[in-house]
């Protein structure tokens, strides 16, 4: 393709044909980032009619607790109601549109619309219109209840979303993903031990997919986070992450999962001998570690290596990522704008002491990392948005050497800062932007 003819791409509306021009077997056109037309469609077609991560199930774990949560730019409202169920709506007032629910979260029996009033219960149904002997029978033969996306599922706690009815079960799209988020799980005391607590929330002025792109990457380690492995190395001779100096020779692999999901797995070399003795030091190591010792006895060494992260990168198309012990979500806003949100986790089957360890090494990352990365996302926008004649984002390392390889367990696997993981979700973005999906919220009345 021409250098004339790329000009031409740039400034051209996007046609049904011109997806395999804009995604390249190992390059991406800058319009994927910077484009509203694109944005916009990607929430249909890559949030709205695919699953989407909402809410973990212990974050509302009373019945009539709420949280918010989005598919994409949609809000939604999560309830567990009266019974214990899982309920789903929009934030989206039947009558005039104005959001029912201004809290992020809490406990409430219903949500009052705060313009004129309409009522409805925790599990979206309306039951309460001031002054309804104005509207006639063709207003009460309407359904008028906050609307409910097509499909909900739970998977060991974690609650998906999609407004698609032809989306396949949760299971089938999570794929061979799930043997890495039971591992992760399992490394976090199993589903009926975690629970998810606090998040440090970000803002950036970057598209949803530079942060996506990172998630997978272990390139950028030593150079965007040279100042971290720098000030470990001198202060404690080393530590978490060194083993990325010489990435592509370390044990660490980096593999393409089904669906466009993938995981960078630094087990071999993070958890090889004990994660938490290369650790880099928390406030009150000592004083816990020796806390540990003397309460868990011969199971201390297990306990304190459960206080690190799992040593994955797990990534589950399109928005959520379980790094370490942390689960982080990714929120579009708009073509240019992006919230990340981290919450910690916590286990419920240990006391107080270690779970305040938890809380010190999810500290470390991302207060000591993420600042790093939330520079590099926003500076590739700029580049991207004031540069249109340099059109391309390159996806190309390892795509020539031979050394993604197809493993014996079908998984295609390689060094760990391959693009594999780039060139594998575009997969997934393209076949779904092509797509014209069925998307439906249903406002009818509950049984």
């Known amino acids: 393709m021409t250098n004339a003819k790329l000009s031409v791409i740039s400034r051209l509306p996007v046609s049904a044909g011109a997806w395999d021009d804009l995604v390249q077997p190992d390059r991406v056109h800058r319009r994927l980032y910077t484009d509203d037309g694109i944005f916009a469609r990607e929430m249909d077609n890559i949030y709205a009619a695919t699953w989407v991560y909402l809410v973990h199930e212990s974050e509302i774990p009373e019945p009539n607790d709420f949280k918010q949560a989005w598919i994409g730019v949609r809000e939604l409202i999560v309830t567990r109601d009266e019974e214990g169920a899982i309920r789903v709506f929009s934030n989206r007032c039947s009558h005039r549109g104005a959001s029912v629910c201004r809290e992020h979260r809490g406990n409430a029996t219903d949500f009052t619309c705060p313009y004129h009033g309409w009522r409805f219960d925790n599990r979206g149904q309306l039951f309460g219109v001031p002054g309804k002997n104005a509207y006639g029978s063709g207003f009460k033969g309407r359904d008028m209840h906050l609307a409910r996306p097509a499909q909900v599922a739970s998977y060991k706690g974690f609650v998906f979303a999609t407004l698609n009815p032809d989306a396949p079960p949760l299971e089938e799209h999570l794929g061979n993903a799930r043997r890495y988020l039971d591992a992760w799980i399992d490394h976090n005391g199993g589903a009926a ?61 980096n593999s393409a999962l089904d669906n466009g999901h993938s995981v960078i797995d630094q087990r071999p070399e993070m958890h090889g001998e004990s994660a938490w003795k290369q650790q880099r030091p928390q406030p009150g190591r000592e004083p816990y570690e020796n806390y540990v010792a003397a309460t868990y006895g011969e199971q201390a060494q297990r306990v304190l290596d459960t206080t690190v992260g799992a040593g994955m990168n797990l990534n589950i198309f399109p928005n959520l990522a379980l790094i370490g012990n942390q689960v982080q979500v990714i929120q579009p806003q708009a073509a240019a704008v992006t919230g990340v949100y ?106």
């Open 193 to 253: 031990n975690l629970r998810l607590v606090g998040a440090q929330r970000f803002r950036l002025s970057c598209n949803w997919k530079l942060v996506w792109d990172n998630a997978g990457d272990g390139y950028h380690v030593p150079f965007s986070h040279q100042s971290l492995l720098m000030m470990t190395n001198e202060r404690y001779g080393g530590g978490d992450m060194a083993y990325f100096a010489d990435a592509d020779r370390s044990k660490m692999s």
């Open 342 to 447: 981290w919450y910690a986790t916590q286990r419920k089957d240990v006391d107080a002491e270690v779970n305040t360890l938890r809380l010190r090494t999810q500290e470390d990352f991302p207060v000591m990392g993420e600042m790093d990365d939330a520079a590099n996302f926003e500076e590739c926008q700029r580049g991207l948005a004031n540069s249109p004649e340099d059109e391309w984002v390159d996806m190309s390392r390892h795509y020539e050497t031979g050394k993604d390889v197809l493993a014996e367990d079908g998984i295609v696997r390689g060094p760990v800062t391959t693009d594999l993981h780039m060139r594998n979700y575009y997969a997934q973005w393209k076949r779904l932007m092509k797509d014209e999906p069925t998307l439906i919220m249903s406002k009818g009345k509950l049984a």
